[in-house]
């Protein structure tokens, strides 16, 4: 029986080969953020939102914390933290399943079939029970506004290192905002 910190080892390398971006938190396999791309054939489709792993000690024994720190809005998601409410990782979890099941299943499911009776943004949940249509629009719209792909390369200030941040400012000859062109 291989040990827990070879298991979160080896899920992370598979996720990584099923070609997600992961970006590890202070070079820890046991936080990392994931780029998740909004199924197709959902309200979700074109978004990507990156999403918070925290593996605890005892994975794959105990299930990953999976939040998302872009917002989404969704009666499953606490809007304000990000918080998955899921019962496959919260209540059910096995060690059978590993982060890719997290990434192609779970999270695809919960997107594509919101469950309004067990919601975390209870605003979300009333309104996709009363007013579908309002809540496919507010679904879209927060996809626009919160997870634009192209907005996926930055990273929240708190976490971003020097390197990256000379990386990003290499030229400095650039235009200064509010100019217009000539």
């Not at 024994?61 to 999976?66: C, D, G, H, M, V």
């Not at 009363?130 to 927060?142: F, G, I, W």
């Not at 390369?153 to 509010?178: H, R, T, Y």
Request: glycine share 6%.
């Amino acid at each position: 029986m291989s040990s827990p910190s070879k298991r979160r080892e080896m899920d992370l390398m598979k996720l990584m080969m099923s070609d997600y971006k992961v970006e590890m938190i202070n070079d820890s396999t046991q936080e990392f953020y994931v780029d998740f791309h909004g199924p197709s054939g959902s309200l979700y489709q074109g978004g990507v939102w990156r999403v918070r792993v925290e593996l605890p000690d005892a994975y794959p024994y105990k299930s990953p914390s999976i939040g998302f720190v872009n917002k989404i809005y969704h009666p499953n998601v606490d809007e304000m933290s990000g918080s998955v409410c899921l019962d496959v990782i919260n209540q059910t979890w096995s060690p059978m399943f590993d982060l890719v099941n997290v990434f192609e299943v779970f999270l695809p499911q919960l997107l594509l079939y919101p469950n309004a009776s067990d919601p975390l943004n209870g605003e979300a949940a009333a309104l996709m029970m009363r007013d579908k249509t309002s809540y496919e629009q507010r679904v879209k719209e927060y996809c626009e506004k919160y997870a634009k792909p192209e907005d996926m390369g930055a990273v929240p200030e708190e976490k971003s290192s020097d390197e990256e941040l000379s990386e990003d400012d290499s030229s400095g000859d650039e235009e200064v905002a509010g100019h217009a062109d000539p």
